[in-house]
């Protein structure tokens, strides 16, 4: 059973800079997808940014250029660095995980999901 946990989530201000840290555990050495996701209030559940186990990265749109998605393999993790944060990137932010590799951008595509970390951005 693959578990995750997310981390780094707080308030910052506009045009500042935070990254998020999601640790997966139970997961044996194999190919697969980790995935940023998030959820604004009244909103549905949006793709954020995905790296696949050769690196391959994907973002949406809205993301490109601001923020950069990592990993580390010993370790099991992925990162999420967040510069120049704008009030609308406001939301929880979910890890995800899915036993394949290649880059998806839907949430049904994720059989693993962290229980989020909120992210605040001011203006």
């Known amino acids: 059973q693959v578990q995750l946990l997310e981390s780094g989530g707080r308030a910052v201000q506009a045009g500042g800079s935070l990254r998020l840290s999601c640790v997966a555990s139970g997961v044996t050495p194999d190919s697969y997808t980790m995935g940023w996701f998030r959820q604004a209030p009244g909103k549905e559940r949006e793709f954020v940014a995905a790296i696949d186990w050769s690196d391959s990265t994907g973002y949406a749109d809205s993301v490109k250029g601001r923020f950069t998605i990592s990993r580390d393999y010993a370790k099991n993790m992925v990162f999420l660095q967040m510069n120049n944060v704008k009030p609308e990137d406001t939301a929880v932010y979910f890890c995800?995980?899915?036993?394949?590799?290649?880059?998806?951008?839907?949430?049904?595509?994720?059989?693993?999901w962290g229980q989020g970390t909120q992210v605040t951005v001011s203006s």
């Open positions: 995800a995980f899915r036993f394949l590799n290649d880059l998806s951008v839907n949430t049904g595509s994720y059989s693993y």
